[in-house]
Antibody, heavy 118, light 106 residues
Framework: VQLVESGGGLVLPGGSLRLSCAAA????????IHWVRQTPGKGLEWIGH??????????AYSESLEDRFTISRDDSQNMAYLQINGLKTEDTAMYYC??????????WGQGTMVTVSS | EMVMTQSPATLSLSPGERASLSCRTS??????LAWYQQKPGQAPRLLIY???TRATGVPARFSGSGSGTEFTLTISSLQSDDFAIYYC????????FGQGTKVEVK
């Protein structure tokens, strides 16, 4: 049972990035998948989530974030994605995906590091 | 805006001692609170949800209590593996994390 993130790296300010979250061994299609980021300064910050097909694949995002983040999923591949556009230096963080089903955030990936710098 | 306040920021204790960590919310969240443990280089791990329900595989020395705006995580007898950072999270109104309490060896 695991989630594995990928796609992080060094990006120039203003650039875009798509992070991936691969699921294995869990009930992916019924799970809500969240994206969370962590920085030394701001701690853990919920970015948003995408719900399951049974709840209409609805996505929701933190009100404190700009509309630069888009979450999607592909249940046929057991994958979720986080698209980030217009990257800023303050987006530098470790990005995690996590799932909630019967309990909140009971499975987390190991994280993928995003560094925004010129 | 929901504000989460964890205290203390750092708790210095010896193995075998009892740890009590506090989490306060700026709004009534009923029992919609979780606790996570994070060790260096690792993702957070769910310990407690619905304020007092232990997650699968979590030792019985971890317990959660509270409702409304005041919550407590108690570790009855600290083991060497328990020295870590602990975060609370509310999920009554979207999802918000506290700033964490570091439990360190005295």
């Amino acid at each position: 049972v695991q989630l594995v993130e990928s796609g992080g790296g060094l990006v120039l300010p203003g650039g875009s990035l798509r992070l991936s979250c691969a699921a294995a061994g869990l009930d992916f299609s019924d799970s809500t998948i969240h994206w969370v980021r962590q920085t030394p300064g701001k701690g853990l910050e919920w970015i948003g989530h995408i719900r399951s097909r049974g709840i209409g694949y609805t996505a929701a995002y933190s009100e404190s974030l700009e509309d630069r983040f888009t979450i999607s999923r592909d249940d046929s591949q057991n994958m979720a994605y986080l698209q980030i556009n217009g990257l800023k230096t303050e987006d530098t963080a470790m990005y995690y995906c996590a799932r909630s089903l019967e309990a909140p955030f009971d499975i987390w990936g190991q994280g993928t590091m995003v560094t925004v710098s010129s | 805006e929901m504000v989460m306040t964890q205290s203390p920021a750092t708790l210095s204790l010896s193995p075998g001692e009892r740890a009590s960590l506090s989490c306060r919310t700026s709004q009534n969240i009923r029992s919609s609170l979780a606790w996570y443990q994070q060790k260096p280089g690792q993702a957070p791990r769910l310990l407690i949800y619905d304020a007092s329900t232990r997650a699968t595989g979590v030792p019985a020395r971890f317990s959660g209590s509270g409702s409304g705006t005041e919550f407590t995580l108690t570790i009855s007898s600290l083991q060497s593996d328990d020295f870590a950072i602990y975060y609370c999270q509310q999920y009554n109104n979207w999802w918000t994390f506290g700033q964490g309490t570091k439990v360190e060896v005295k």
